[in-house]
């Protein structure tokens, strides 16, 4: 039969081979094979395991690494701020700070950082023996304490003292550490209080209602067991680690170190592990009473500022403003601050567990703001301020009395072409450092100053420009066609009552044409010039000067001045007939009562400009032609005035800064050169005239500038005004010109608060002002 036993060394002819049935024919072989497929896998892993133990165990003795990624700012500068004369006005000082690793710092040190530090001294092969990890924790801590003797030398700081500003680093990690963990354990709390309820839930369904699952049956009890296993949090009672980044950060140990110091850290690194130098910034001003009206200052910006520019940018602000940046308060600091504003780069950081860093990557580089260079040098503005400064003490010590508001005064000089602001002095003045110094005192002085040295007069002062505004009333009667500028008017002093509507302290004047009108200040002539007129070519004219209108000045809350209109119905027919003016308006309420109550002022000329309807008599007609009534100006109109006159009727855009320099390579410098537009409908030889009579102010022996403003070397052309303010108080002193007079370059406005006589107190401060452009070669003698 073919299943009898049959001894399987038999030969294959007793078996039958060949059979179908003859699975045993080789079983050594099977055997073999067999083998070979169990031992080969256990071989393989076998070599594996070698290679892992024997060549690259090292590599995982140390703990895995759990890398963690941050994005540092790369610090920037902001623009500085320069006078056309190469003077650095405003800049960023670079102070260099030394930061340290917190567990560096640390006592007693952190176990897992020791470790890790000591592992990073040993090979492979050593890291195996615990000896010898010891040994290399016991050189850590040594290189540490040498760390920090070498720090102090090098620093010139005691050791102690180095002890103590690392102790106040951890005390604040420390306090940031268990804040973090109080607060952690509050919400773990909050989280497990559901699942604690829950389960004292289900429990208690388990003794109570033991009944009802009795009834409901096995099924259902052990479906609330799956139930409440598959939809309950168990509770966890180990708890991770709590790390905070401020343990793997780097702080602030030294502010203010020598470069000296950063030099020999950066360049010998592995000398001073843990420690790195940072940089940080403060904008200082090294010249801060040279024109600080103008070139203004920074301040921090506030939460209102951030969230407003969040609102306004929700895809990211583009100058990138974080809490504690500076922003421009006033001036050229303000005005420019998108072009001066320094944007930080973006710097990605890799670090390790332990704090160190394993690579870096610049995500965003830095860019440096742009220098504004301005157009006034800083010897003429010097000068011009201490000019101006003794003749406010001067004019203050002979006149200052009890009761009676201090005295203040402004120079403006502009180009006659471009409108370049030359100079821009004030008085009295302050020092922008005084102001930055962060002491309350100060400041609250400052601030409290009567005399209000912070207060920008050239372009926020509006004053009543008195005999200065004859310039545009001539232009208004030449235009008109209706006064031949050759006809004399008879001026007997005043024009009806010898105590009302007068010349200056009633003096006559006799046959007076347009030329003499200008340079004697003649009040009569041009109060019958109004009566001719009307009041609707005066403040045609006024707004086509651009009174009652900003400049465009590049600084900011510039003033808009006032001119007074009649009302739309009273322009086509006859005007009021009442109570002639007191060459201001006849109601104190609509005229600045003060210099120094600039606020109240701004609102009633603003509130004023903007009335459909105010009152109007002869008498402002009258009063708009020698430049009272309720008409105010700033000195900066005055000065663009006088600049369209002498440019033949071209009415410039005043500008202080002149160009914005490149930041690097990739951006070239950019002029700055604002518009100016031509006075339309302006005929030929009208500013001739007014021209004319401009020069013989200073020229003719019985100019009102005769006395106080000639000089030898140059021809000066310009005007006096005596602006009177009623209530008892001193007359404004006004003289607007340009020079040289035949060949104009420099227009120019002399005011001063409460002075008296334009031509007795504003006139000798002209013409030394004059000598000044002289002496700094600005203009040329004749």
Request: charged share 25%; hydrophobic share 35%; net charge neutral.
């Amino acid at each position: 039969m073919r299943n009898r036993p049959t001894p399987i060394f038999e030969s294959g002819s007793t078996r039958g081979g060949g059979s179908a049935f003859d699975v045993d024919a080789e079983p050594g072989v099977r055997l073999v094979w067999l083998f070979v497929a169990m031992v080969l896998p256990l071989l393989v892993v076998a070599g594996r395991l070698i290679h892992l133990q024997g060549f690259v165990a090292e590599g995982f003795a140390v703990e895995t690494r759990h890398e963690v990624e941050s994005v540092e700012p790369i610090p920037t500068r902001n623009g500085r701020i320069l006078a056309s004369d190469g003077t650095v006005l405003a800049f960023d000082d670079e102070r260099h700070q030394l930061l340290v690793h917190f567990r560096w710092l640390e006592e007693p040190p952190n176990e897992n950082w020791l470790r890790h530090e000591a592992l990073s001294r040993l090979s492979r092969s050593e890291r195996r023996d615990k000896a010898k990890v010891e040994q290399a924790k016991v050189e850590v801590l040594s290189r540490r304490d040498e760390l920090w003797r070498s720090l102090a030398d090098l620093t010139e700081h005691r050791s102690d003292k180095l002890a103590e500003l690392r102790g106040r680093v951890q005390q604040r990690v420390e306090r940031i550490y268990r804040l973090v963990d109080e607060r952690r354990g509050v919400h773990r709390a909050n989280e497990q209080e559901p699942a604690r309820r829950a389960s004292e839930g289900f429990e208690n369904r388990g003794t109570d209602d033991h009944s009802l699952a009795r009834r409901a049956g096995f099924v259902e009890q052990a479906w609330d067991v799956v139930r409440h296993e598959l939809t309950t949090t168990p509770t966890r009672e180990r708890r991770e680690a709590l790390r905070i980044p401020e343990q793997s950060d780097y702080h602030l140990l030294l502010d203010d170190v020598s470069l000296e110091v950063v030099a020999e850290i950066e360049t010998h690194p592995e000398q001073y592990p843990g420690i790195r130098s940072g940089v940080t910034s403060r904008r200082v001003y090294p010249l801060g009473r040279v024109a600080p009206h103008l070139v203004g200052y920074r301040g921090e910006i506030d939460a209102e500022e951030l969230k407003a520019r969040r609102e306004r940018f929700p895809n990211g602000d583009p100058l990138d403003y974080l809490p504690g940046d500076s922003i421009g308060r006033s001036g050229i600091e303000q005005s420019y601050e998108h072009a001066l504003r320094g944007v930080r780069g973006q710097r990605k950081i890799v670090r390790d567990r332990h704090g160190t860093i394993v690579r870096s990557e610049v995500v965003r580089p830095s860019k440096p703001g742009r220098d504004v260079v301005l157009n006034f040098s800083v010897p003429l503005q010097e000068r011009a301020t201490a000019l101006l400064e003794e003749t406010v003490e001067a004019d203050t010590q002979q006149n200052g009395q009890a009761g009676n508001p201090p005295h203040g005064g402004c120079i403006v000089a502009i180009d006659v072409r471009t409108g370049a602001i030359l100079a821009a002095a004030v008085a009295p003045t302050f020092d922008v450092n005084d102001f930055l110094s962060g002491s309350e005192d100060v400041q609250q002085a400052l601030n409290s100053d009567s005399r209000r040295p912070m207060f920008p007069r050239a372009t926020q002062m509006e004053l009543p420009p008195g005999s200065v505004f004859k310039a545009v009333s001539a232009v208004a009667a030449l235009q008109s066609g209706r006064i031949d500028p050759d006809r004399q008017f008879e001026c007997i002093g005043y024009l009806k009552d010898p105590n009302k509507l007068r010349c200056y302290h009633s003096q006559a004047h006799y046959g007076t044409d347009l030329k003499m009108a200008i340079a004697r200040s003649c009040n009569v002539y041009f109060f019958k010039a109004a009566q001719t007129l009307g009041p609707q070519p005066l403040v045609h004219w006024a707004d086509e000067f651009g009174f009652g209108q900003r400049t465009g000045i590049d600084l900011p809350g510039e003033r808009r001045g006032h001119v007074p209109r009649p009302p739309e119905r009273e322009q086509k027919g006859r005007t009021k007939e009442s109570s002639t003016i007191e060459l201001v308006s006849a109601s104190d309420t609509l005229r600045p009562a003060s210099p120094w109550n600039e606020g109240e002022s701004s609102r009633t000329a603003q509130s004023a400009s903007r009335a459909k309807r105010e009152p109007w008599y002869d008498g402002d007609t009258l009063g708009l032609a020698i430049g009272q009534s309720r008409l105010t100006v700033t000195p900066l109109q005055i000065a663009r005035l006088m600049a369209a006159i002498a440019n033949d009727g071209w009415l410039v855009t005043p500008h202080v800064a002149r160009e914005l320099n490149g930041s690097g390579q990739a951006e070239a410098s950019v002029t700055i050169e604002p518009e100016r537009h031509r006075l339309r409908n302006l005929s030929e030889g009208t500013l001739a005239r007014v021209r004319e009579g401009l020069e013989q102010v200073v020229a003719h022996p019985q100019g009102t500038g005769f006395k106080h403003v000639g000089l030898k070397e140059v021809a000066i052309a310009g005007k006096t005004g005596t602006a009177e303010i009623g209530g008892g108080r001193a007359d404004h002193a006004w003289f607007a010109g340009y020079v040289p007079a035949d060949r104009p370059r420099i227009a120019f406005v002399v005011v001063l608060e409460q002075a008296g006589s334009g031509g007795k107190m504003a006139g000798p401060v002209a013409k030394k002002f004059v000598q000044l452009l002289l002496d700094q070669d600005m203009i040329r003698p004749d």
